[in-house]
C-alpha cells in the first residue's frame, strides 16, 4: 500500500521504550521516508532488576526509566531524517519548544501521534489518591489536549495567513468552524492529521479507573476537536489497542487473557502502528471524529 507519507514531518510521543508502540510507529513512519520527531520522558517507577530478563511489569518499567538510545540504534538503520527531543508534556512551556525545534530542522509538522501516556498502580476506587489522578490526567488529558493545541495553532496560522497578531486562536476559529469560512486560500502543501491513543477498556474499566477515564475523555475530545478543526482539512482520530505486548505482559497473565480475545493472539506494536499509518495517510483523508478499537475483539 502506497502510504503517500514520504517526507511529511511526524511527531510522536512517548518513545522510548524499544518494545513500545511509539518507537514501532517511529520505525513505521521512518520506512515510509517521513522525518521522524521522537520525543519522550523518563519514567520514575520502581522495578527489581533481577526480573527484567522476561516479559514482566519490571522489564517494561526499566524500559520507560531509560534514555531512547536503543530506539535511536535502531532509528539509525532506517534514515538519518530523525531527532529525538526528551522532554514533559505536561509543562506548557515545553511544548512550543518541541515544535521549535522540530520546525527548525524539518519544518511544520504535519502529523501528530499522541502516544505518551502514564497510569497508576493500585488504580480502582478503593485506593487511588488525588496525586494519581493529577498525574494520570496530566499526561493522558492535558497533555494530549495542549499538544494538539500547539499543532492546531501554527497549522491554523499557516493556512490562513490574513490572520492579525492579535487574533486568537479562538476568534479564527470562530471564523472557520462556527461562521464559514473560504477556504480557497489555503496552500494546498498543507496535511494535517492528528492521531490519539486510547485503550479498548476506556468505556469500562474496572480496576484502572483513573487511566480508564481519562482514555475515555481522550475519544471525547477527538471527536470535539476533529469537529472544531474540519474546516482546516485536519483529520483528528483515535487508535484503541487491546492488551499489546510491549514487554509488560508475562506468561501467567498472556494466558488468562487470552480466552478474552476472539482472534486468540496478543496484539504486537506493529499492529497499531499498521493502522496508524492508515489513519495518517492521504487513504484516511475523509475519516475524522473515530475512535478505532485495534484489540483482535477484545473488549467488544
Avoid at 8 to 33: D, Q, S, W, Y
Avoid at 171 to 182: H, P, T
Avoid at 251 to 273: F, M, N, T, W, Y
Amino acid at each position: 500500500m502506497e502510504y503517500g507519507l514520504k517526507d511529511k514531518v511526524v511527531l510522536i510521543t512517548g518513545t522510548n521504550n524499544p518494545r513500545g508502540i511509539g518507537a514501532e510507529i517511529a520505525m513505521a513512519f521512518a520506512k515510509e521516508g517521513a522525518k521522524v520527531a521522537m520525543v519522550y520522558k523518563r519514567l520514575d517507577f520502581p522495578y527489581d532488576g533481577e526480573k527484567t530478563d522476561e516479559n514482566s511489569f519490571d522489564s517494561y518499567y526499566k524500559a520507560l526509566s531509560e534514555d531512547s538510545s536503543v530506539v535511536e540504534a535502531e532509528m539509525r538503520k532506517i534514515t538519518s531524517d530523525y531527532m529525538i527531543i526528551e522532554s514533559d508534556i505536561t509543562i506548557e512551556a515545553n511544548i512550543a519548544h518541541i515544535y521549535d525545534q522540530i520546525e527548525n530542522r524539518f519544518g511544520m509538522v504535519n502529523i501528530l501521534i499522541n502516544n505518551a501516556g502514564m497510569y497508576a498502580e493500585n488504580d480502582t476506587i478503593f485506593t487511588i489518591t488525588s496525586a494519581d489522578i493529577d498525574t494520570t490526567y496530566d499526561v493522558e488529558v492535558k497533555g494530549t489536549i495542549m499538544m494538539t493545541h500547539e499543532f492546531v495553532k501554527r497549522f491554523s496560522k499557516r493556512a490562513e495567513g490574513s490572520s492579525t497578531e492579535n487574533e486568537t486562536l479562538k476568534q479564527r476559529m470562530d471564523r472557520g468552524y462556527r461562521k464559514g469560512l473560504d477556504t480557497s486560500n489555503i496552500p494546498s502543501d498543507l496535511y494535517g492529521r492528528v492521531i490519539n491513543l486510547s485503550t479498548d477498556s476506556a468505556q469500562v474499566f474496572a480496576g484502572q479507573i483513573a487511566y480508564g477515564s481519562s482514555k475515555a475523555a481522550v475519544e471525547a475530545l477527538t471527536r470535539s476537536i476533529a469537529m472544531e478543526v474540519g474546516y482546516l482539512g485536519i483529520t483528528v482520530n483515535a487508535i484503541a489497542p487491546g492488551p499489546t505486548q510491549t514487554g509488560w505482559i508475562d506468561k501467567e497473565l498472556e494466558k488468562s487473557v487470552l480466552p478474552s480475545i476472539p482472534l486468540g493472539r496478543l496484539g504486537q506494536p506493529q499492529d497499531i502502528a499498521n493502522a496508524i499509518l492508515f489513519l495518517a495517510s492521504d487513504k484516511a483523508s475523509w475519516i475524522t471524529g473515530q475512535v478505532i478499537k485495534v484489540s483482535g475483539g477484545h473488549a467488544l
